[in-house]
C-alpha cells in the first residue's frame, strides 16, 4: 500500500505540474521524487501523470485520484493534530457523576473549573447517588466522581471537595412554630422527613448519629432519597426535613429555610472520586490542579 510521503510527492507534482518546482518545494532532489511517483504508480496499478522532457501532466486516473489524495492528508493531519491535543488535555471527552445536592451548587462551579483549565473538551455530566458512582468508576462508565463519603474501595482515588452547613427547611404556614435559630434538641419530637437508609446512606446515618448524640427522637413521617422529593413534601405540610445548605437554592413556594448552626451539628462533607490508573489527560490535569491548591 503506498505511504503517506508517496502522497505528497504527488500533490506537489500535480499542482506544480514541474517536477523541478515540486522537489524544491519539498526539499529534495528530483531523482528521489520522481521513484516516489513511480512506487505511487506501481501501488496504485495505473499511470497517474504523463510527463516528457517538455511538460508534465495528470492522467485521468491522475485527476481522479488527486481529490482523495488532498483529503488523505488532510485526515492524516487532523488525525496527528487531535492526537496532540488530546495528549495535552486540550481536547477530548470526561464523564462526570453527582449527587443531586452537588448540581444545586457546586457543579457549576466545577464544569466552569474543568473548562478554565481545557475550554475545548466534551463533558457528559450524570447524576447518580453516590454508590452508583463508586460502580460507574469501577466500570469506567464516569472518569470523575463527586460524591459523599465512605468511599471503600480500593482502586479509587479520593481528594477532599468542600464541606457546607445544614439548613432546616420548614412549610412556611409553620414558620412561626419553630425559633429563628433552631438547634437539634428542637427536632425532638417532631414530624421529619428522613433520609433513605439505602439510597442516601451519608445523610442518613449522618442525621442518625445527630439525634442519637443528643438522645433526640423526632418523629420520621417518610424516608426519601431525593432532596427535591423532600422539599416537595416539606411544601405540602407532611413535616420539616435537614438539607444541605446548597440545596436552598431550589426555591421551593411555601418552604422557608433557616440554618442550623449549634453544635454538634456537623458539616456536610463532598469529595472528588476518580479509578486509580484512568489515564485521561484532562482527569490527569483536573487533579493536578486539584493537588497544587
Known amino acids: 500500500m503506498f505511504e ?6 504527488f500533490v506537489a507534482v500535480a499542482e506544480e505540474l514541474h517536477f523541478g518546482r515540486a522537489a524544491e518545494r519539498l526539499n529534495m532532489t528530483q531523482p528521489p521524487l520522481s521513484r516516489q511517483i513511480r512506487l505511487l504508480e506501481h501501488q496504485v496499478g495505473t499511470a497517474l501523470l504523463e510527463r516528457n522532457s517538455r511538460s508534465v ?3 485521468a486516473a491522475g ?14 493531519n487532523e488525525a496527528a493534530s487531535t492526537a496532540r491535543r488530546i495528549a495535552r488535555g486540550d481536547s477530548g471527552s470526561l464523564a462526570i457523576g ?23 473538551i466534551r463533558l457528559t455530566l450524570k447524576e447518580m447517588v453516590s454508590s ?20 471503600d474501595h480500593g482502586d479509587i482515588e479520593t481528594l ?10 420548614i412549610p412556611e404556614r409553620l414558620k412561626d412554630e419553630w425559633p429563628l435559630n433552631p438547634t437539634i434538641n428542637d427536632f425532638d419530637q417532631k414530624p421529619l422527613l ?11 446515618l449522618l442525621l442518625s448519629s445527630l439525634f442519637e448524640k443528643s438522645a433526640v427522637q423526632p418523629e420520621i413521617v417518610e424516608y426519601v432519597s431525593q432532596i427535591h422529593t423532600m422539599l416537595a413534601l416539606v411544601r405540602a405540610g407532611l413535616g420539616v426535613a435537614i438539607i ?7 426555591r421551593f413556594d411555601g418552604v422557608v429555610f433557616r440554618p442550623i448552626t449549634t453544635v454538634p451539628i456537623q458539616p456536610v462533607i463532598q469529595l472528588y472520586a476518580f479509578r486509580k490508573g484512568n489515564d485521561n489527560p484532562i482527569l490527569q490535569l483536573f487533579k493536578s490542579q486539584l493537588k497544587n491548591q
Not at 132 to 151: K, N, S, Y
Not at 194 to 204: G, L, N, R, T, V
Not at 244 to 250: D, E, H, I, N, V
Open 4 to 9: 503517506l510521503s508517496h502522497l505528497r510527492c
Open 57 to 59: 501532466q495528470l492522467t
Open 63 to 76: 485527476r481522479s485520484f488527486l481529490p482523495d489524495a488532498h483529503r488523505i492528508l488532510r485526515l492524516a
Open 98 to 120: 453527582f449527587t443531586a445536592s452537588v448540581g444545586y451548587g457546586l457543579l457549576p462551579e466545577i464544569v466552569k473549573r474543568i473548562r478554565d483549565i481545557s475550554p475545548d
Open 132 to 151: 452508583d458512582q463508586l460502580e460507574a468508576l469501577d466500570a469506567r462508565q464516569i472518569d470523575l466522581g463527586v460524591l459523599r463519603p465512605p468511599v
Open 160 to 169: 477532599p471537595c468542600s464541606t457546607e452547613a445544614l439548613v432546616l427547611a
Open 194 to 204: 428522613m433520609y433513605s437508609p439505602y439510597e442516601a446512606k451519608y445523610f442518613h
Open 244 to 250: 444541605p445548605q446548597g440545596a436552598s437554592t431550589l
